[in-house]
């Protein structure tokens, strides 16, 4: 299975992917709660895959240009409130986001989204 970083600034959110990713046999080796966090840990723990919240206090759009600088092959994931973040999300698609799962998060949604972009 896979090893997954987690970043988001909501500690419930954070929980929740956590407890899903697990629950599916995936290894969360890092959880981050803003853009700059998420890239040091990317960096230090060479995550297989990244799950990057769209709206913190740094955009999600900024931690997936960071990443893709250290790397340009990393996978990313969106987690987003669709409705209401869809300039950013396109954004975020341009800086080379891979997939995208929206608020509030369904397992198999998630599970699913994981997989694909995995297998990618």
Known sequence: MARILI????????????????GAGHEVVGEAEGVEEAAGLYK?????LVTMDILMKQPGVKGVEKIKEINPK???IIVSVLNEQEAEVVDAVR???DGIV??????EVLIGEVERVLNK
């Open 95 to 97: 800086a080379g986001a």
């Open 44 to 48: 230090k723990l060479k995550p297989d």
């Open 74 to 76: 990393a996978k990313i």
């Open 102 to 107: 929206t608020k509030p998060i369904k397992r």
């Open 7 to 22: 970043c988001d600034d909501a500690v419930f959110m954070r929980m929740t992917i956590r407890d899903i990713l697990k």
